[in-house]
């Protein structure tokens, strides 16, 4: 485990692969109940949308999201999980904490108002435990490429005809996550993302198993009265389309859309499409 360092402040000019970025980010470590927290914020006076990230990747995987969502007027903010990125774990304090209560933590040490939260896949778990936990801070919620962390057995057992294990587990990340379409035609993006996912973690370090707040149920979802938006790829591996359906038949007023031929990582594969999808639907909100 990494030691507790200081407070670290500064300005980063984000680079992302194949992408013209002039947005410059705040870079910082939140002193937090049990952690530094990494994040990246953008400031400004726009209304924020915060974005958490994957169980195969960290804040950084949003290079193309950045410029999209800045370059619209809104206030771009990342944070890394615990056992993630620049974050880093204080074993004197709480452990091993939620990301929801994580989230919570961060929004008051940044004195947000209320904001719109997006969630992609493992980090679709904490967004929808953060709606369920703290629904009067959003505005609207995103659940992207997400399994949603549901509990009911009927669900857990889909899943494991799905993707059995131990043969689904052993495949490369690349290939569990990223689409085939998107392999084969962007190698050079697919390395990139490959990169991002192995620079996400310290070499040998374990992430720490976060609980969630709430044991999620189909039924528990029906108490979400926030706006909600769900996605998912055409080629998701783990969240194929017609799952949409279980959530969205769940949550009131809710809609979904998909990312065609995009696997697990819509974001990355598809962004110019996952970006215009998702600020529709927030600006209606």
Known sequence: MRNT??????LLAFAPFGVPQTTRLREAQAPLPGVHLGY???????????????ATGSSRVWEYQIPAFTAAGYRFIAF???????????????????AADDLENLVKYLKLDRFHLLGSAAGGFGALDYALSYPARLRSLVIANSIGGVTDADYQSLGR???????????????????????????????????????????????????????????????????AFFLTGGADLYT???????????????????????GHSSYWEDPALFNRLVLEFIREH
Do not use: C
């Open 80 to 98: 890394d999980r615990r056992g993630y990125g620049r974050t880093v774990i204080d074993p004197a304090g709480p452990q091993p904490g939620t």
């Open 240 to 262: 194929p389309p017609p799952l949409l359906k279980l959530f969205t038949a769940r949550i009131k007023g809710s809609r979904s859309a998909i990312v065609p031929e995009a």
């Open 40 to 54: 990246v914020d953008s400031g400004g006076p726009g209304i924020p949308v915060v974005f958490l990230h994957a």
């Open 5 to 10: 360092v200081p407070i670290l402040l500064s």
């Open 161 to 227: 005809a799905l993707r059995p294990s131990p043969q689904f587990d052993a495949l490369p990340p690349e290939i569990r996550e990223v689409g085939p379409s998107y392999r084969a035609a962007n190698p050079k993006g697919t390395e990139r993302w490959v990169e991002l996912e192995h620079i996400s973690r310290a070499p040998g370090e374990r992430v720490p198993s976060q609980p969630l707040r709430n044991r999620i149920t189909f039924e528990l979802l029906e108490k979400i009265a926030t706006p």
